[in-house]
Each structure stands twice: as C-alpha cells, then as structure tokens.
C-alpha cells in the first residue's frame, strides 16, 4: 500500500475543491442568472474539459505549463519555480480539468431557484448580499455539495491529465491512481488491489455522504 | 404595532410602454383604498404590479408612493425593489422555503433592531391566525397557511403600498372564502393603498373599494365596483365585467318625459335612464346584465311587463343551481340572442321550457347606453 500517494491524492483532491468552490459559485451563479449573448459560449467554455481526453488537456497543459509555456514562465517569475512536474502545477491542473464537475452542478443549483423567491426577497428589503447569504446560498447548497463531492471524487480517479502534467514523483506528484497503475506494471497485483479497493472504498463514501446530505437537506427544504 | 410606511400619501402612477407586453395605464389609489384591478389573463395586471414595486421597468411614467418618488423616466429616477416600501404577495407566495414562518416574517423586518424582530414576527403571524405555527416550514402548511405566511411577510415591511398578486387564486373555494373575510377584516387596521389583482369579479366585488378594469395594457375604466359593473363605458369593458347582452341599437329622435334616450334596437323601442351625451339617429352599443332581464309571470301579469317588453323563444336552458340561464331568440334566428339568468324557482313556477315563447322586461334602470365599438354585435 502506498500511503504517501494517497495522503497525496487526497491532499490534492481537497485542495482542488477548496479552491474551486468559491470559483464554482461565482461562476455558476452568474451563468445561471446571466442573460448576456455569448452565455451557451461560455457554458460550453466550461464544459469543454468533459469532453476533452484527458491525455489532449494534459498536453496544452503541459505545453502551457512548460518552460516555454506562458504559464510556466509566468509561474517562474512569480514563485521562481516549475510548474511542471511539481505539486502545484499538479493543483493547477487538477482545478481546470474540474471546472465542469464544479461549475455544472452549482449552476443548475442556482437556476433551481425561483426568479420570484429573489424578487420575493428584493420586495422584503434585503440586500443583494443578504439575499444570497440567507436565501440562495442555503437554497444552492445541496448543489454545490454535490459538486464538491463530484470534484473531489473525480480529482481521486484523474489518471491521464496527472500523467502528463505531472509525472510520477514519489512525494511529489504520484497520486494513488498513478501508484496503482505502477503497480500493475510490476505484476504488484495485490498491491494494486489493495489501493484499488481503498480508492472504491473512499469514493462510495463520498458519494453516499453526498447523496444523504442533499436528500436531509432536501427533505427540510420540501 | 405600527403600520407604519403610511404617511398620508396615497399611490399615484402613470404607466406606458410597448413591449413586452403594452401598458398604457394611469392610477391613483388612496391610502387604505382597495383596488382592484380586473381584466383577462395577459391583460398587464401582473406586469403593472410587478412596475410599482421596481421588478419591472416600464420605458415611461412614472410612480410616487407615501409623498416619495419611486420611478421617474424624466429624471432617470429608479429606486430599486429593496429601497421601495412594497408588501407583496405573490401568486405563488414565494415563501422561502428552508425557513420556518417565522423566518420568513422575520426576513422582512431586517430594518427593525435584531433584538426586536422575533417579538414582531410573532406579532404578525398571530395577525394573521397563524400563532402556533411559527416553527413550521411552508412546506408543511397548507395553502390557506402559506398565504398567510405571505400576507404576514407582506405586511411585517410596513409597506406604503400592499399589492396581492391573484392572492386567492391558489386555494380551494372553501379557503378562499375565509382568506377573504380575513382580508376584510385585515384591511381595517391597514391605512396604506392596496391594490388587488384578480381576474375574478365576484372576488373584486366582495373586497374592492373601486375597481380598474384593464385590457392588452390599457386602463379601461376605473370607479365605483357596482358603477363599472353595471354602467360600463365601452362595450369592450362590458364585455370583461361578464355582461353578455352587448347590442347595437339606434338613438332615437325622441326622448322620454324626464330627458332619457330612447334606442331603437330591432323592431324594439327601448326607454332609458341614460340622460345625456348621444345625438338623434346616433349609432350605439347598449348593454344590460342578464340578472335584469326579467321575465313576465304567466299566471298575473304586472305591471312591471310595460317596462320595455321583448318577446322570444327560449332556445336554452340551463339550470346552475339556485340560477337558471335562458337564452332566448328575439327576432331573426341568426341574431345575437338574449341572456337572462332568473331565480330557479321562478323557472320553475313559470314552467319555462326551451322551445317555448316567453315574455321579459328588459329593467329601463339597468340598461346602459355606450358609444358604438366596430365590433359590436348587432
């Protein structure tokens, strides 16, 4: 069992949807109330990373990421280190390619909400801030989780993009579907099961934490 | 508990705007008036509601409310919803619906010191019939209870202006019967305008002071509830009011001993109570409501049967309950027939059949004389 790999896997997968969050309902919340021309443009925008192999996203990324890349360069002079092959441009990877996982849920959330329950809100003299504190945020909630569970979830299981982008470094870079793909190319086959039934383990928590919280949630809110 | 908000300023507003739907509306509702504002789904009730409380901006007008200049397209004057002192209550209610009632009422009172806003939500939800219920979620409430809610919340805003979008629309008949006497009764200690949307006349009729009847955006006639119901000033206003007996008739040259118009309508001679406004030989639309057509007794004739009697066949009978509806064919059969709905006992005693010939009295009193609409019938 490789634990360091998935201590990594799971430090990536949290971080990724602590950053996506905020990100996510930003986004999401404008997508769903917006009403400018390029909106299905920019919808499409998000969802790009769906559809994408992950090996092709891992490569612009790892063109992008690179020494020669704008990003990289970029990254360099402000941090004076590589984002190629190293933990954070891991990180950075990991938030593009959950975009939509992130995105896409929390804004079907935020357009589930009543057009009337905002001028409901307006028309009882609330601010803008209130009303999204005390009424859309607790209304989008079991969206959001169910985001933040699909992105950590899916930041577990990303195999192709980390390949890439991020190699196989001990420590550094292998999360534990990358440690268990090692395994099965050294004929380590229970190794390999065992992480495999861990990372099922985990996921089918996640999922199932998720689902029960939306159902608790969605049973209060009738 | 103060209603606050009202300050002696009633509502006045001046509406217009071609799309997306066309308003053309001008209004003044005193404070503690209730208006109702009538007409057919798609009318602009909603929409002209939707403008006074700033969820709707119109391209012209503008809306002063409690001595305060809402919205002002002259001056680029907008103030939005939040700042507006607006009880609304939504068709749907819009309650929100992860709060308790309490919350909900409590939501509305966010000016109000955070110390004091649970005692005065309670305060309003017991206004409302609803103490006991506070810790419920809407939805673990019925329909009656969320319109409660709704009105609460309306009114913890200490609104200068309540409007009630179709506020009864969404219960059964029993429950808005009730909803509406505690309206009635509510409105009592309200001292600030309150406008009414329905597309239901009784319902206009039972609480209303005055009603404002509107049609594709605009305001047709505004006034009295029995004044525009039973003296309607364009066909197309009768016609909205329910009145079906919508004729074209003739002015004719005399008049009666009093001064009223006499309108020739077929082979008919119909006296009047309309004095004034119509010229000799002018062509007119004239109306009157089916409960005024009353029918003459075949056992002992009155007197009564002198008042501009019409002769004709009952080509339907309806019986509605306590109401019967008899449509009857007065003159050519291609002709718009005649409506009277008379007690079913009188029917019955009367031995009315379809097919038969009867004789009614069209009530001087209740007939209304309009100026010709192209579309009115003959």
């Known amino acids: 069992m490789d634990w360091p790999a998935l201590w990594l896997s799971l430090q990536l997968g949290a971080l990724t949807v602590v950053f996506l969050l905020p990100i996510a309902i930003v986004v999401g919340r404008w997508l769903a109330v917006t009403r400018i021309r390029g909106r299905s443009a920019l919808e499409a925008a998000t969802a790009l990373p769906l559809v994408l192999p992950p090996t092709v996203l891992g490569f612009y990324l790892l063109v992008a990421f690179g020494q020669e890349g704008w990003a990289g360069e970029l990254w360099r002079r402000l941090f004076g280190d590589s984002l190629v092959f190293t933990f954070e441009g891991l990180l950075l990877a990991s938030l593009i390619v959950n975009i939509p996982f992130a995105v896409q849920p929390t804004q079907r959330a935020f357009e589930a909400i009543a057009p009337e329950l905002r001028e409901a809100a307006a028309s009882c003299g609330m601010s803008w801030w209130r009303m999204f504190w005390r009424i859309e945020l607790p209304l989008a909630w079991p969206g959001i989780l169910t985001a933040m569970v699909l992105t950590f979830a899916h930041t577990l299981g990303e195999f192709g993009v980390v390949l890439m982008v991020g190699g196989n470094i001990p420590g550094e870079t292998r999360t534990i579907a990358i440690a268990i793909y090692d395994r099965v190319q050294a004929f ?14 985990i996921s089918l928590v996640a999922i199932a934490l998720s689902y029960g919280l939306t159902q608790r949630i969605g049973r209060r809110h009738g | 508990m103060a209603d606050g908000g009202s300050n002696g300023g009633g509502l006045s507003l001046l509406l217009s705007q071609d799309a997306p739907i066309p308003i053309n509306a001008a209004l003044d509702v005193a404070p503690g008036e209730i208006l109702a504002l009538v007409g057919p789904s798609g009318s ?16 012209e007008g503008s809306i002063a409310c409690g001595g305060d200049i809402w919205f002002d397209s002259a001056t680029g004057m907008n103030r939005p919803t939040r700042d507006r002192r607006v009880g609304f209550v939504f068709q749907s209610y819009a309650l929100f619906p992860h709060l308790t009632a309490l919350q909900n009422v409590m939501e509305a009172l966010g000016d109000r010191p955070a110390s004091l806003r649970r005692g005065e939500a309670r305060a309003y939800l017991a206004r409302v019939h609803l103490d006991g219920l506070e810790d419920r979620r809407p939805a673990t409430l019925s329909g009656g209870q969320q319109q409660r809610v709704a009105v609460a919340r309306a009114l913890a805003r200490r609104p200068e202006v309540l409007l009630l979008d179709e506020p009864f629309s969404a219960v059964d008949r029993m429950t808005r019967h009730r909803l509406q006497r505690e309206l009635a009764e509510l409105r009592r200690d309200l001292s600030m305008p309150i406008i009414l949307v329905t597309h239901d006349l009784e319902e206009a009729a039972r609480l209303a002071d005055r009603i404002a009847v509107i049609h594709h955006g605009a305001l047709l006639q505004t006034g009295d509830v029995t004044e525009v119901m039973t003296r309607p000033k364009t066909p197309a206003v009768a016609r909205l009011v329910g009145i079906r007996n919508i004729f074209a008739g003739t002015i004719d040259k005399d008049r009666d001993e009093a001064g009223h118009v006499m309108v020739t309508w077929r082979d008919h001679r119909l006296e009047t109570t309309v004095g004034s406004g119509f010229a000799a030989g002018e062509q007119v639309s004239w109306c009157i409501p089916s409960d005024s057509v009353v029918i003459h007794r075949r056992d002992r004739p009155s007197r009564g049967e002198r008042e501009n009697p019409v002769y004709g066949d009952v080509a339907e009978m309806v019986r509605l309950g306590e109401t019967t509806e008899l449509v009857i064919q007065v003159g050519p059969r291609d002709a718009h027939p005649l409506h009277a709905s008379i007690p079913t006992h009188v029917a019955r005693r009367n031995r009315i059949a379809e097919g038969e010939t009867i004789g009614v009295s069209l009530r001087a009193d209740a007939i209304q004389v309009m100026r010709r609409e192209v579309t009115a019938e003959s």
């Open chain 1, 188 to 201: 380590d086959d229970l190794g390999a099961a065992r992480m495999s039934a861990v990372l099922l383990l």
């Open chain 2, 44 to 59: 602009g009730k909603t929409t002209t509601l939707r403008a006074i409380a700033g969820l709707h901006q119109v391209a």
